[in-house]
T-cell receptor, first 114, second 112 residues
């Protein structure tokens, strides 16, 4: 059972456009929501993360929007660039989990066309 | 400071063969994880360790064993490889002060 549901599976955006990737969850014990970026042949790397006590976090062209009541969060990439072409994973961590593991979404393959 | 390294980068096994994947981290992290990545399924946790000498099962542990004899190393073993274990394997580590997990570059394993 997928604890974090991610959509779309793939996304094609024109250079300069806005890329939006959505994630949803059911477990209200999740308390940390990171987004990871993965380039082909590389391991995932942390891009940006948010805690549920804020509704938005922005770092440069990347913004996380968080809706606690709807149990949804999304990644917005403004002014998308070809260098942003990668696979993006959302994830969640459960409070008081001794493993501190992340539950990952299934990933979104983003292609930014020049 | 190399971060998280994985050995080997690629491997091809025949069904029934065994192998060990090595993960090493130089950040003095307590937690270490082994994930497998398959198309359309994201990253799934195989086993994890919360400190030297400890291991625990994750979401998909069957067919794998692990050991953490030294804090900096986390080994993943396949005793009798099956084609269903064809995947890309990632190791990750994290410290106790922050939630971020640092990933290695991955090992692409093919079982024929």
């Amino acid at each position: 059972q997928q604890q974090v549901k991610q959509s779309p599976q793939s996304l094609i955006v024109q250079k300069g456009g806005i890329s939006i990737i959505n994630c949803a969850y059911e477990n209200t014990a999740f308390d940390y929501f990171p987004w990871y970026q993965q380039f082909p042949g590389k391991g995932p790397a942390l891009l940006i993360a948010i805690r549920p006590d804020v509704s938005e976090k922005k770092e440069g062209r990347f913004t996380i929007s968080f809706n606690k009541s709807a149990k949804q969060f999304s990644l917005h990439i403004m002014d998308s660039q070809p260098g942003d072409s990668a696979t993006y994973f959302c994830a969640a961590r459960q409070v008081f989990d001794p493993s501190n593991q992340f539950y990952f979404g299934t990933g979104t393959s983003l292609t930014v066309i020049p | 400071n190399a971060g998280v390294t994985q050995t080997p980068k690629f491997r091809v096994l025949k069904t029934g063969q065994s192998m060990t994947l090595l993960c090493a981290q130089d950040m003095n992290h307590e937690y270490m994880y082994w994930y497998r990545q398959d198309p359309g399924m994201g990253l799934r946790l195989i086993h994890y360790s919360v400190g030297e000498g400890t291991t625990a099962k994750g979401e998909v542990p069957d067919g794998y064993n692990v050991s953490r004899l030294k804090k900096q190393n986390f080994l993943l073993g396949l005793e009798s490889a099956a084609p269903s274990q064809t995947s890309v394997y990632f190791c990750a580590s994290r410290g106790t002060a922050a939630y971020e997990q640092y990933f290695g570059p991955g090992t692409r394993l093919t079982v024929t």
